[in-house]
């Protein structure tokens, strides 16, 4: 009997090789699962690869979310391509060899989940940050349940419907295309599985918030709405998300930069391509506990 195929992507900046490294030799150590891999350069030449991948080199950093499309076409282009497409951190590590196929039985069993999201955890195996959390309740990250949104680096897609989806938002560069990616899913009539029992390890690191990031954060945001929410929506969330900015910016800062990145967002937004969800969506994640102007 055949085993199920899985084409898996890794982003890398040569940043990080004694974890890139650990990452690689965790990933090949996978059983009852057929890989195929794609190390993409994000602006550089790969330093660690591993044996039997396609790698990729770009000439210039894309950001996260583009690189990841080019990976995800290069193997697409490489042949009938696999179900489902994995998309991995470089420094994000499988503690035992059977995550891949576990994730693939959990995405058997619900079929209506277009993206299934292990439970990722430190080194310790237990400690989950919230931001980790693909859901609002994030005080239990060790209970399973059905999601709206994704964390990124460690996440199982459907390739048909992320093809439908029309990939990762490139123009984002980094942050929120997870939700812009899930919203997208959703709006085909699927929903996102977190298969908590399923831990993959991250080293822990406090999130820097820097310039850099209040602004691409703020302006993403933007581009989430207006992308993905009906015209009527846009408006109450982006006050929810302009209230929940300042207040933030009281305690850490940065609310030059992010107003900043919230007239970007603006000016920029009919650079992005608009597909409104439709109403049953909006219910439907209200219905799954996030209202998409939360």
Do not use: K
């Not at 650990?22 to 057929?34: R, S």
């Not at 990616?181 to 029992?197: I, K």
């Amino acid at each position: 009997m055949s085993q199920p195929r899985v084409d898996v992507v890794l982003l890398t900046l040569n940043d990080r090789p004694a974890e890139e490294a650990a990452a690689q030799a965790a990933l090949l150590a996978q059983t009852g699962v057929e890989l195929r891999i794609c190390v993409v350069g994000n602006g550089c030449v790969p330093d660690v690869v591993p044996a039997g991948a396609r790698v990729l080199a770009l000439p210039e950093n894309l950001g996260i979310p583009a690189g990841r499309n080019v990976g995800a076409d290069a193997l697409a282009q490489d042949g009938p391509g696999a179900d489902y497409v994995f998309f991995l951190d470089n420094d994000a590590t499988f503690p035992r060899p059977d995550i891949l196929a576990r994730l693939l039985a959990e995405a058997g069993r619900h079929p209506g989940a277009a993206y299934v999201q292990p439970r990722l955890t430190g080194p310790d195996d237990t400690t989950t940050p919230r931001r980790w959390v693909p859901r609002l309740r994030a005080g239990h990250p060790e209970r399973p349940g059905t999601i709206t949104t994704m964390t990124e680096g460690v996440v199982l897609v459907r390739r048909s419907a992320f093809e439908r989806a029309g990939g990762w938002a490139g123009s984002f560069f980094l942050y929120h295309e997870g939700i812009d990616l899930a919203q997208r899913l959703w709006d085909q009539g699927h929903t996102g599985w977190y298969a908590a029992g399923i831990r993959m390890h991250h080293p822990l690191t406090q999130p820097t918030r820097h310039a850099l990031f209040h602004r691409l954060a703020a302006r993403n945001r933007v581009w989430v709405a207006y992308r993905n929410l009906p015209a009527p929506l846009i408006p109450a969330y982006l006050l929810v998300w302009a209230t929940a900015t300042a207040l933030r910016a009281v305690r850490g800062g940065g609310a030059r930069e992010a107003f900043g990145g919230w007239r970007e967002g603006w000016t920029g937004r009919h650079d992005q391509i608009r597909r409104p969800m439709s109403w049953r969506t909006v219910l439907r994640l209200a219905a799954a506990g996030r209202p998409p102007v939360v």
